[in-house]
């Protein structure tokens, strides 16, 4: 895969990521009391998240909003 990914690409590698950190996709949908097959759209870069479920995010997974959108290598590195 390439290193050049755009920023759905990114925001969708580093939720999945963060996400990995939970018991299971469901787990996380209940915690952020978000819908699971939006969720899934946005794992999967089929959509974006309005700024109200962006914020829900970046406060559940502890990070800033620029964060989940950043690169994904740079994610990885941040979350050493």
Do not use: W
């Not at 390439?2 to 469901?26: C, K, M, V, W």
């Not at 915690?31 to 914020?55: C, E, H, T």
């Amino acid at each position: 895969m390439s290193e050049n990914h755009s920023p759905q690409t990114d925001l969708a590698l580093n939720l999945r990521y963060l996400s990995g950190f939970y018991r299971s996709i469901a787990d996380v949908c209940r915690r952020v009391d978000i819908n699971r097959s939006q969720f899934n759209k946005y794992l999967s870069g089929l959509a974006q998240p309005s700024p109200f479920i962006m914020r829900k995010l970046s406060d559940f997974f502890g990070v800033e909003e620029y964060e989940l959108r950043m690169p994904h290598a740079q994610m990885l590195a941040l979350m050493e």
